[in-house]
């Protein structure tokens, strides 16, 4: 087993561990994992904040093939409402099964936030070991991102008494293709 596939099912086992569920894709494949998983799911509409990498996956297009009616402009508008949210992960952390969004773009939040049905897209070679290992990482940036966020699982809160909700601070249900480099 290479050091890329350890640190996938790691990654794999530490999600699944806090409920997100987990796919793991061929670059050719990753559109259709998506929209094959929105079928599953029975989502029928989507935000996606379109990156370079998910143009060039044509998630937009193979779910609009699915039948799933998709929005990529006035992400605000329509996050509320949209059952599903997808954006680009920058990294993965494999002893926490979570991804990190780094950068300034604001939908990318708002659909990780706002969906009740998150998708996070990550690639496989960005997933790192653990939590030193991300921070090695952001330290070895030019200049460190405005906005570095850590998504593990669906949201969680609990209140005084130890009451737990699903879903008061974001997702309900996050689920994450990592898609392979090669």
């Given at each position: 087993m290479s050091t890329t596939d350890a640190l996938y099912e790691r990654f794999k086992a530490n999600l699944e561990a806090v409920n997100g569920e987990c796919s793991l894709a061929a670059k050719a494949d990753a559109a259709k994992v998506v929209?094959?998983?929105?079928?599953?799911?029975?989502?029928?509409?989507?935000?996606?904040?379109?990156?370079?990498?998910?143009?060039?996956?044509?998630?937009?297009?193979?779910?609009?093939?699915a039948g799933v009616e998709v929005f990529t402009d006035h992400i605000r508008l329509h996050?509320?409402?949209?059952?599903?949210?997808?954006?680009?992960?920058?990294?993965?952390?494999?002893?926490?099964?979570s991804i990190m969004q780094i950068g300034?773009?604001?939908?990318?939040?708002?659909?990780?936030?706002?969906?009740?049905?998150?998708?996070?897209?990550?690639?496989?070679?960005?997933?790192?070991d653990d939590?030193?290992?991300?921070?090695?990482?952001?330290?070895?940036?030019?200049?460190?991102?405005?906005f570095v966020g850590f998504v593990t699982g669906p949201s969680r809160t609990a209140d005084i008494e130890c009451v737990s909700t699903v879903g008061v601070h974001g997702p309900l249900r996050l689920y994450v293709v990592v898609v392979q480099d090669a």
């Open positions: 929209a094959d998983l929105f079928k599953e799911k029975g989502l029928k509409t989507t935000c996606v904040a379109e990156t370079d990498f998910l143009k060039e996956l044509g998630i937009v297009p193979a779910l609009k093939d996050a509320e409402t949209a059952q599903g949210g997808i954006s680009e992960a920058q990294y993965g952390i494999a002893d926490l099964g300034d773009e604001v939908d990318a939040r708002i659909v990780a936030t706002m969906s009740e049905d998150y998708i996070g897209i990550v690639r496989e070679s960005t997933i790192v939590y030193d290992a991300m921070f090695d990482t952001l330290c070895e940036m030019p200049e460190i991102p405005n």
